[in-house]
T-cell receptor, first 114, second 114 residues
């Protein structure tokens, strides 16, 4: 158990809908990262928050947004969903936001858009 | 910019044989390098990391990797494969001032034959 909790584990929804994925980082970790894993794109960095502030942005679509709350949990919002958004979405957390810090991954949320 | 290339999307070895998974990186800054393992339906678990200390890094489960700057490589090895090593392995790169985000390779699926 990495200590990172993601809910829900599975999500099935229709095209055009909006969903929210939730992540609770390890106790004491200030940094939260979101990654998308799909067969064609592999593991892609989406966005990072550090202590409530956006720290870095990757290949995140404009239809997607995220935030980190004062209690440090994070939510990833996906809207106007398309079939191609079906993927495994991982949250990871680390103590700091430096490159040599180990990131701990949750078990992921598997999103299926039908 | 940073990138990672993993040579071979699928590697198959016999139980007891040497495991060698190849990773080459590209980075405009001194890199931090990581190997993660993903078991089916699970999140990613850190095997080992290079953070500019010793070039030969030992990790969990008998794995080790050697950082070779001249070859821009960070190959993962294990002297003797075990059935439980069957999983997907990801090489990743980060760097200072990158915020801790990871850039992943495409992954290598390791199969272990009895």
């Amino acid at each position: 158990d990495s200590g990172v909790t993601q809910t829900p584990k599975h999500l099935i929804t229709a095209t055009g809908q909006r969903v929210t994925l939730r992540c609770s980082p390890r106790s004491g970790d200030l940094s939260v990262y979101w990654y998308q894993q799909s067969l064609d794109q592999g593991l892609q960095f989406l966005i990072q928050y550090y202590n409530g502030e956006e720290r870095a942005k990757g290949n995140i679509l404009e239809r997607f947004s995220a935030q980190q709350f004062p209690d440090l949990h994070s939510e990833l919002n996906l809207s106007s969903l398309e079939l191609g958004d079906s993927a495994l979405y991982f949250c990871a957390s680390s103590v700091w936001d430096s490159g040599n810090t180990e990131a701990f991954f949750g078990q992921g949320t598997r999103l299926t858009v039908v | 910019a940073q990138s990672v290339t993993q040579l071979g999307s699928h590697v198959s070895v016999s139980e007891g044989a040497l495991v060698l998974l190849r990773c080459n990186y590209s980075s405009s800054v001194p890199p931090y390098l990581f190997w993660y393992v993903q078991y089916p339906n699970q999140g990613l678990q850190l095997l080992l990391k290079y953070t500019s200390a010793a070039t030969l890094v030992k990790g969990i489960n008998g794995f080790e990797a050697e950082f070779k700057k001249s070859e821009t490589s960070f190959h993962l090895t294990k002297p003797s494969a075990h059935m439980s090593d069957a999983a997907e392995y990801f090489c990743a790169v980060s760097g200072n001032n990158q915020g801790g985000k990871l850039i992943f390779g495409q992954g290598t699926e390791l199969s272990v034959k009895p």
